[in-house]
């Protein structure tokens, strides 16, 4: 059984700092990408940041470039996302969320929400007060 396991949220006001984690267990094989979602209350749920099967590449949407950073560790099966400068349109609930095979970090951060495939935790959530 795929256990994907989201850990760090919590509330911050404007201009914090918050750090996500990420953990996967179960998975089969060992070449798998991995990305983090979000969703706030009344929206769907978008892409914040992915990396590739390797864990080299890393894509980062433009609501968040520049503020957050993403970093993957191999031999721990983790994922974390850095949150910096955090505002309140940053606030949802995030959600990690695990494709295996050699999927590039672009695919990683669409192929989740257009298709019922994937691995996804049960999300941590992040609210940021003006």
């Known amino acids: 059984q795929v256990v994907v396991a989201e850990s760090g949220g919590g509330f911050v006001q404007a201009g914090g700092s918050l750090r996500l984690s990420c953990t996967v267990s179960?998975?089969?094989?060992?070449?798998?990408?991995m990305g983090w979602f979000r969703q706030a209350p009344g929206q769907e749920r978008e892409r914040v940041s992915c990396?590739?099967?390797?864990?080299?590449?890393?894509y980062y949407s433009k609501s968040v470039m520049g503020r957050f950073t993403i970093s993957r560790d191999n031999n721990k099966d983790t994922l974390d996302l850095q949150m910096t400068n955090l505002n309140p349109t940053d606030t949802g609930t995030y959600y990690c969320?695990?494709?295996?095979?050699?999927?590039?970090?672009?695919?990683?951060?669409?192929?989740?929400?257009?298709?019922?495939?994937?691995?996804w935790g049960q999300g941590t959530q992040v609210s940021v007060s003006s």
């Open positions: 969320a695990v494709l295996q095979g050699r999927y590039t970090e672009y695919d990683m951060c669409r192929i989740p929400l257009r298709q019922n495939i994937g691995f």
């Open positions: 179960g998975l089969t094989g060992d070449v798998y990408a």
């Open positions: 990396t590739s099967w390797s864990g080299r590449d890393a």
